[in-house]
């Protein structure tokens, strides 16, 4: 049901935007019935394979039982659980809540902090990239892409065999401080890459003319450089912690046992200790972002649409 | 600029105090869903010390967190063949029982002392039984005939076409090599450890008519609720006290129950035993755990978690008088594993080079579909 | 801005420490009998190598291979006609797109890949709620099959392939459209001339990107029942038969295909522009 509301929200956007925009092609394609069918088949397959999981983690979320294959009645525990286990649950169930409780915190703990310091890094690292001759800067950029393009699992590999030579010197234990190193890792580069071409569009000049008005470094990269690369920067972070809150080999080989992420309690806990809570904390994630995405491009669009009313209006 | 690496110096300086807790730390290697939760929380106000579990989701994985030393495991619960392998590289410490008030060398249940006693030498000074199963064949019951079927014939059904219907009976296999050849080996008639090359042979033959000939299915923790779930499997090996477990949702949820477990005469038995790996910093946390796990009360709040079997007299004696159990043992033969001492056989450690030849037949046969 | 130019020696460092140094040692580890890492007292012996020949890895590799490219080709089919309405729609607000195809992607892989794993089965929770409406209908019975593999593989790498291709057609100069209308050419030699040698960037960044995961990833297979894949092999190397020489030889294989990949990548976009 609900695949199918966003399928019509989403075609019922990018209609009104089309027909907004009166475009020649646009016309030309209105005109026609096939192109039209076919547009909403391909869109409605990408919808439904990216988005039909979802559903069914939605489905298995208000389901009263824990064996997530019968459904036995509507219920909203799992929910609770989130919030208070012990309220809302009974018997063993508590504890696996607790766990999930635990892990959703270990989760946003470590994706947090690793996409703040990845951001930072990202971007510091991507100034000095962009201030490389090109030939320099093509080789920098070839290494930035290695942890993007390698596999997830050789990226856990070498990273667990860099922090046992490391830690084994120093007689540390993998946990927190491998976890957050690695994902901050394979986060940067993300940053990096999203941040790079904002940066080149910037003229070379602005930094200089900023310190020459009398700004400090710092305060010329505050005010000059960030403003104008922000949507870089915005689109590394997502990307950052997209990756990270949802990792799970590197975190498996790095460390996570001892720091256990969601993913991990999915993949190591198969029977009863999996709490269906975390169905729960999946929909939140993701219908509830998507929700509340939705209704602030809506507002901002209505807001849009009066303004123009508005000015029409004041015109008259 | 020099501000910016100041900050990143305070919190990496700070993370790194953040880890280094002062409380004394237990590091535990356990499987998962297989320790209750209040009893980890009573410990630890007891020793005021911290439990540090690092679960683990095969024996072979808990060999490779032991043996590379990532984690200064104090305490590992690992099954018997994993206890010997480990015991014959000397990577366990032998137990110092002095340190144990609660041991007593008799305290365990007669049947399981039986075969303790057939097994590795020393092994009792080793390793101290947490829980004990056997295999055993899980099923359906509301599928027509199929109930008389496999009391009759045991492990049978798994290979005998003349028995089920190929076409409409779903069967589920452990994705593990050792339990899949396992099943095998029963319906042969062969040890369960046997290493004779012809007999391997058979094996594979037999594996791979299996295959090709029924739906079978492999996985690990998802076989047992896939039969509870009524139409995704109707018959699949399973550990016992993972029938266990899903008797005890379904009847928490008040559903039908209609899933039941045949134990056959000849089967595997098998214990998960409790040791100190060479690994360990803090021995002595780690025999007061040992010793916090012996004690009759604590075995007790654990099987109403976990849901196993436990080893000791006094604590099968406990859950006879208890309302619940004490139905459970009457109406389920599987629950307590000494009733299948007369055909159960313990897995031994067979050397890593049979472990590849294991991996390797079991491949071929999932190849067969 | 020159003055930034020392900013990326940390960088250089930290990716030589974190990624150049572990490949190396990998390599030893190549060459090397070893239960652990413990380079430096491991025997030395060529015997890892007799792995390549063995059938089940070549099958592993092959089976691999297979999965992957036709999962990258339904994947393409999908995603670029996908990229190209949105992209063509006039559809300006890039943010909503971009969270629509970024958004599912928060929510995690496993339980997804279990979700789809779960509709491949007789029973699922949509089956069931459909009986207690009356409705006995039985699910598709096609866990484990190849079939279920690639739509799981598909379903899961499907934004990965979208983004790139709708990152370069975006940034298509909408006035190209109009010279090339202008001077006669139907809607189809417009797209043939200009648009899909532009977009050529994108979709060699989306096969790259879908591909490889697909490849050497190993939560979505073992999700769907599939453990026979190069990515399962290699992880059990180093988690439960603790054969470091071994998985440490096929983590090589692999990552001279991905070497080609990258090198790939650096020739089509040297500015990396549509990794993302």
């Known amino acids: ?316 | 600029m020099k501000k910016i690496l100041l900050c990143f110096a305070i919190i990496i300086i700070g993370t790194f105090s953040l880890t280094s807790c002062k409380k004394q730390k237990l590091y535990l290697l356990n499987w998962n869903e297989y320790l209750n939760g209040s009893l980890v929380q009573k410990f630890q106000k007891k020793f005021n010390c911290k439990i540090e579990a690092i679960p683990s989701e095969s024996n072979e994985d808990m060999y490779t967190v032991i043996n590379n030393g990532q984690y200064p495991i104090d305490v590992a619960i690992p099954s018997d063949y994993m206890i010997e392998k480990l015991y014959n590289e000397n990577k366990l410490n032998k137990l110092d029982f002095s340190k144990m008030p609660n041991y007593k060398a008799d305290m365990f249940d007669d049947n399981l002392t039986i075969l303790r006693n057939s097994y590795f030498e020393d092994n009792e000074s080793y390793a101290i039984p947490y829980f004990w199963g056997t295999i055993g064949i899980m099923y359906n019951a509301r599928t027509s005939g199929l109930e008389d079927i496999i009391l009759q014939n045991g492990w049978d059904v798994f290979f005998n076409e003349d028995l089920i219907n190929k076409n409409e009976v779903k069967i589920g296999m452990y994705n593990n090599p050792r339990d899949a050849i396992a099943v095998a080996e029963l319906y042969l008639d062969y040890s369960l450890n046997t290493i004779k090359e012809d007999e391997l042979e058979k094996v594979r033959e037999l594996l791979v008519k299996q295959n090709q000939t029924f739906d079978v299915k492999y996985a690990s923790d998802d076989l047992k609720a896939w039969v509870a779930q009524g139409v995704n499997l109707d018959f699949a090996m399973v550990y016992s006290g993972d029938f266990f477990d899903q008797l005890y949702i379904l009847e928490e949820e008040g559903l039908d129950n209609y899933i039941n477990i045949y134990i056959p005469e000849k089967t595997n038995i098998y214990f998960d035993g409790m040791v100190i790996p060479k690994t360990s910093k803090n021995t002595d946390l780690a025999y007061e755990f040992l010793n916090f796990m012996l004690d009759t009360d604590n075995i007790v709040e654990n099987v109403e978690y976990v849901g196993y079997c436990p080893c000791t007299k006094a604590a099968i004696a406990a859950l006879k008088e208890d309302e619940y159990y004490s139905q459970i043992i009457e109406t389920y033969d599987a629950f307590y594993p000494g009733n299948a001492i007369n055909g159960g056989e313990l897995y031994h450690d067979l050397g890593d080079s049979i472990y590849v030849k294991l991996a390797d037949i079991y491949r071929s046969g999932t190849i067969a579909k | 801005m020159n003055k930034f130019k020392h900013l990326s020696i940390p960088y250089l460092i930290w990716m030589i420490v974190l990624v150049l140094i572990p490949i190396l040692i990998l390599i030893v580890m190549a060459f090397q009998e070893t239960h652990g890492i413990k380079i430096f007292d491991a025997k030395f012996t060529f015997n890892n190598f007799q792995v390549l020949q063995r059938k089940d890895i070549l099958q592993s590799l092959w089976l691999s291979f297979l999965y992957s490219a036709i999962a990258t080709f339904c994947c393409l089919l999908i995603a670029y006609p996908v990229a190209y309405i949105i992209a063509r729609a006039h559809f300006k607000n890039r943010f909503l797109v971009l969270t629509l195809l970024i958004l599912p992607m928060w929510s995690n892989t496993l339980l997804r890949t279990k979700a789809i794993a779960s509709l491949f089965m007789e029973g699922n929770i949509i089956t069931s709620m459909l009986e207690k409406i009356g409705l006995f209908v039985k699910g598709l019975n096609i866990y484990e099959k190849p079939v279920a593999v690639i739509i799981g593989m598909v379903a899961m790498y499907l934004p990965f392939m979208i983004l790139p291709i709708y990152t370069v057609l975006e940034k298509i100069d909408k006035s190209l459209y109009d010279a090339s209308d202008d001077l006669g050419a139907d809607r189809f030699k417009t797209f043939w001339k200009v648009t899909f040698p532009i977009s050529l960037k994108g979709v060699t960044t989306g096969i790259i990107l879908v591909f490889l995961p697909c490849a050497t990833g190993f939560g979505v297979a073992e999700g769907l029942g599939e453990y026979r894949l190069i990515g399962t092999y290699i992880q059990q190397q180093f988690s439960k038969d603790a054969t470091y020489g071994v998985g440490s030889l096929i983590a090589i294989v692999i990552l001279l295909v991905i070497t080609i990949a990258l090198f790939v990548v650096a020739k089509v976009d040297k500015e990396g522009e549509t990794l993302l």
Request: aromatic share 10%; glycine share 6%.
């Open chain 1, 1 to 316: 049901m609900i695949t199918i509301a966003i399928i019509i929200l989403f075609i019922y956007l990018v209609k009104k935007k089309a027909s907004l925009v009166k475009d020649k092609t646009i016309t030309k394609i209105n005109t026609k019935v096939w192109p039209k069918i076919f547009k909403i088949i391909c869109i409605g397959i990408a919808i439904i394979l990216i988005y039909m999981p979802i559903v069914v983690i939605l489905l298995q979320s208000i389901n009263g039982s824990k064996n997530n294959g019968i459904f036995t009645e509507f219920s909203l525990k799992w929910y609770g659980g989130l919030i208070s286990p012990d309220t809302f649950l009974t018997g063993n169930d508590i504890q696996a809540a607790n766990d999930l409780q635990k892990a959703i915190g270990n989760t946003f703990l470590i994706t947090i902090l690793s996409t703040l310091i990845s951001t930072i890094l990202g971007i510091l690292f991507a100034l000095g990239i962009n201030a490389l001759p090109k030939k320099q800067r093509q080789k920098m950029i070839l290494l930035n892409n290695v942890p993007i393009v390698n596999a997830d699992i050789v990226t856990a590999i070498t990273l667990m065999i860099v922090f046992m030579m490391v830690f084994s010197v120093f007689d540390w234990q993998l946990g927190f401080v491998s976890v957050l190193i690695s994902h901050v890792f394979f986060s940067i580069p993300y940053v990096v890459l999203s941040v790079l071409p904002k940066l080149s569009e910037i003229d070379d000049n602005l930094y200089d003319a900023a310190v020459d008005l009398g700004c400090s470094p710092i305060k010329a990269i505050f005010k000059a450089i960030l403003p104008a690369i922000k949507s870089g920067i915005i689109m590394g972070m997502l990307l950052a912690f997209t990756m990270s809150i949802d990792d799970f080999t590197i975190t498996f080989f790095n460390g996570g046992r001892l720091l256990p992420n969601v993913s991990m309690i999915v993949y190591l806990r198969k029977g009863k200790a999996l709490s269906p809570s975390v169905y729960a904390y999946n929909t939140i994630l993701t219908f509830g972002i998507l929700f509340v995405l939705l209704g602030y491009n809506i507002y901002i669009y209505m807001k849009g649409k009066k303004k123009k009313t508005k000015k029409q209006l004041g015109g008259k």
